[in-house]
């Protein structure tokens, strides 16, 4: 089965920028809503950011709205998830997921494909 890759993930001061990457070459990306999650250690993954299929429509957590923005770029096959202002709290290993079977919304069981994950600290 093919999975969205993530990448760009790593070690960053509060108050820095992150911007992650989410690819694949078996994944039609320009035809799925798109999504971002993240799990802290001893907590459940919980939604970030998603996008539709047209780039038209975008979601956001409460508490990365105004900070981190979601993107895709269909020419590249691949789906962004730019991250200001981090904090301490944003440190995560991040997950990128396609809804292949078109649903939409935040659930973890809207989106069907999963990537391994890309961790990111956040040091005070």
């Known amino acids: 089965q093919v999975h969205p890759v993530e990448s760009g993930g790593g070690l960053v001061q509060a108050g820095g920028s992150l911007r992650l990457s989410c690819a694949a070459s078996?994944?039609?990306?320009?035809?799925?809503?798109m999504g971002w999650f993240r799990q802290a250690p001893g907590k459940d993954r919980e939604f970030v950011a998603a996008i539709n299929w047209a780039s038209t429509v975008t979601d956001y957590a409460d508490s990365v709205k105004g900070r981190f923005t979601i993107s895709k770029d269909n020419l590249k096959n691949t789906v962004y998830l730019q991250m200001n202002s981090l904090n301490t709290e944003d440190t995560a290993t991040y997950y990128c997921?396609?809804?292949?079977?078109?649903?939409?919304?935040?659930?973890?069981?809207?989106?069907?494909?999963w990537g391994q994950g890309t961790q990111v600290t956040v040091s005070s």
């Open positions: 078996g994944l039609h990306f320009p035809v799925y809503n």
């Open positions: 997921a396609a809804a292949v079977g078109g649903r939409w919304g935040r659930r973890i069981a809207d989106f069907d494909s």
